[in-house]
């Protein structure tokens, strides 16, 4: 049996051929040039802007696909100081595999590369910039976290952060989208803008950064939009933060979250902590006395 293709047309003069322009906001509908783009917009406006809306939440409260050591496979655990960048091969290995590699074979080698420590501030700095000279994403999420700090030799200086982090979010790197977020939420070398730090958890969350979602569960909360506070905090919940899960206890309690719902967001959860646990990973947290999950924002 055979098919006919359907040839696109222009949505304002009604034109067919190749070349037409899909429009930027909705992705549905085709024009021949900016002229008729223009000219149909009265009548599509609306339409677009809705449509826009939707595939935008569409990519907002979809589940994300998780990180895993580069390693030992397993999810990378949800606070970022519980894993580390390593400036040498680019790979991200869990904390639990640093103490295996640092503390139970005596090592001072990258436990992924086997290249040797760095053995001065200059020479990790020198490192990391080549790797974020040749875009490497979470290199330059890196550096910005080291301008924040002021450490490594390197001067404290926000605005460097700031503008390294926005260059990293747009390379791919969801953390550095939070980061972001979190500088518009404080105020942090920036002026202080809700608005934007939505912004930006929003494009983090997207990428899935399970932390900007919890963040971005209170924004709609504190707007008065519990549906999509829900929605966000049993996403984050079912990937492991403990805040979400108890947000959504919360809400089950005042009858904004199903009992269905409650218990799906608990097997999800308690599935989710089981996948990034290990002997290792625990042992590391105990040596190293690694923080656990908070709720602040920022």
């Known amino acids: 049996m055979s098919t006919t293709e359907v040839t ?51 990519a907002l409260f979809k589940e994300p696909q998780r990180e895993e050591c580069d390693i030992c496979m397993l999810p990378l655990p949800l606070l970022a100081s519980w894993h580390t960048y390593q400036e040498c091969c680019g790979k991200t290995v869990c904390m639990g595999c640093m103490y295996a590699d640092r503390v139970e074979n005596h090592r001072l080698l990258c436990p992924f590369c086997r290249t040797p420590d760095w053995k001065t501030q200059g020479e990790y700095i020198e490192r ?77 969350a997207v990428g899935g950064y399970v932390a900007a979602r919890h963040n971005l569960g209170g924004l709609e909360r504190n707007e008065g939009n519990m549906s999509r506070a829900m929605k966000h905090w049993m996403n984050a919940a079912g990937a492991g933060w403990d805040g979400s899960l108890k947000e959504i206890r919360q809400g089950f309690l005042s009858g904004h979250v199903t009992k269905d719902n409650f218990e799906k967001t608990l097997r999800a959860h308690k599935e989710a902590t089981d996948e990034m646990k290990s002997e290792q990973r625990e042992a590391a947290g105990a040596h190293f006395g690694l923080p656990q999950q908070r709720d602040a924002y920022g």
């Not at 034109?15 to 002229?35: E, R």
């Not at 939070?178 to 809700?194: A, M, T």
């Open 128 to 204: 990391l910039n080549k790797r974020a000279e040749g875009n490497d994403a979470a290199a330059v999420n890196v550096l910005a976290n080291t301008y924040l700090k002021g450490s490594r030799g390197l001067p404290q200086d926000n605005e460097k952060a700031n503008e390294l982090w926005l260059r990293a979010g747009k390379l791919g790197d969801a953390m550095a989208y939070n980061n972001i977020g979190n500088s518009y939420y404080q105020g942090r070398g920036v002026e202080r803008d809700l608005k934007k730090a939505k912004h930006y958890w929003e494009l983090a």
């Open 8 to 58: 696109p047309k222009c949505a304002a003069c009604g034109k067919g051929g190749d070349g037409l322009k899909t429009c930027n906001g909705c992705k549905l509908v085709k024009y021949c040039n900016a002229t008729c783009q223009k000219a149909h917009r009265p009548d599509h406006k609306k339409e677009c802007k809705k449509r826009a809306a939707e595939q935008f939440d569409e």
